[in-house]
């Protein structure tokens, strides 16, 4: 196919969506609007890949066709990134510490929001019935009717950010075990998602649920094993020895390998 235009092409050295101000409005309905490309924000791997497509075009190197092509492989490798994390354990399992020291250990900006988050968002009189969520004695927990519809449309706010672009860490308490993964996936349904347990001995998170004297007494003990129960997992790591900076590592450096 010949070139679009017959116009020289100047080389542009900075590898940003200002790249694209020399191509015609035909060859940037091409480069942008059909293959979506997105150089300004996307991670180095991707980026770099897309300023060659460009640069193959300026150059004469490659057709509009190809470069097109090429754009289209550079958005399959945005889509093949992990986009979201999701960590599941028990209460006291050290969870939301992770998640906060995976933002830091990540060097793209992670966004995190937990069960916790959902829960705190609804009204006091409404999470505390039996068809919010409710709390027993015993360190129970019994999610109700209406709480699970306000937690699907939560799961499908949270992946239309995701899929928006934005790099989440889910903080979750699969009660319900493997119908609880399940309804995460369908709701992140075309993600590249790291599923992660985290696990602790039920006598170490007893231990930290005694001393943050902000949980009911027994949710520990209770949650500890059936939330992983059925569960398909990417990694496991267990916060029972190791302190959530090191969990941290090793999951951000399997987001690393799974992106690459």
């Known amino acids: 196919m010949p070139p679009l235009s017959s116009s020289p092409k100047p080389y542009l050295?900075?590898?940003t969506c200002a790249a694209l101000i020399a191509l015609t409005k035909r060859e940037r309905s091409c480069l942008r609007e059909r293959e979506r490309l997105q150089i300004g924000c996307a991670e180095p791997q991707t980026r770099t890949f897309a300023w060659v497509a460009i640069f193959a075009y300026h150059m004469g190197l490659a057709s509009a066709d190809t470069t097109c092509r090429l754009s289209e492989d550079t958005e399959a490798m945005r889509r093949m990134a992990t986009s979201l994390i999701v960590l599941n354990g028990g209460s006291s399992s050290g969870k939301s510490t992770i998640a906060r020291s995976l933002q830091a250990e990540l060097r793209d900006v992670w966004l995190t929001f937990g069960v916790d988050t959902l829960i705190s968002a609804m009204p006091s009189a409404r999470s505390a019935t039996e068809e919010g969520i409710a709390f027993h004695p015993d360190g129970t927990v019994t999610p109700g009717a209406q709480?699970?519809?306000?937690?699907?449309?939560?799961?499908?706010?949270?992946?239309?950010?995701a899929r928006a672009g934005a790099r989440i860490i889910i903080d979750d308490v699969f009660l319900s075990g493997p119908a609880a993964q399940q309804r995460w996936r369908a709701a992140l349904r075309g993600l590249h998602v790291l599923w992660v347990g985290v696990r602790c001995e039920v006598e170490v998170a007893e231990a930290r649920e005694a001393a943050r004297g902000d949980r009911i007494?027994?949710?520990a003990r209770s949650q500890a094993r059936i939330v992983h129960e059925g569960i398909d997992y990417d990694m496991v790591v267990d916060t029972t020895s190791m302190d959530s900076a090191a969990c941290a590592q090793e999951i951000a450096a399997r987001v690393v390998e799974a992106s690459g």
């Open 147 to 161: 709480f699970r519809e306000l937690e699907a449309a939560w799961m499908e706010g949270i992946a239309a950010m």
């Open 217 to 219: 007494t027994g949710m």
């Open 13 to 15: 050295g900075q590898p």
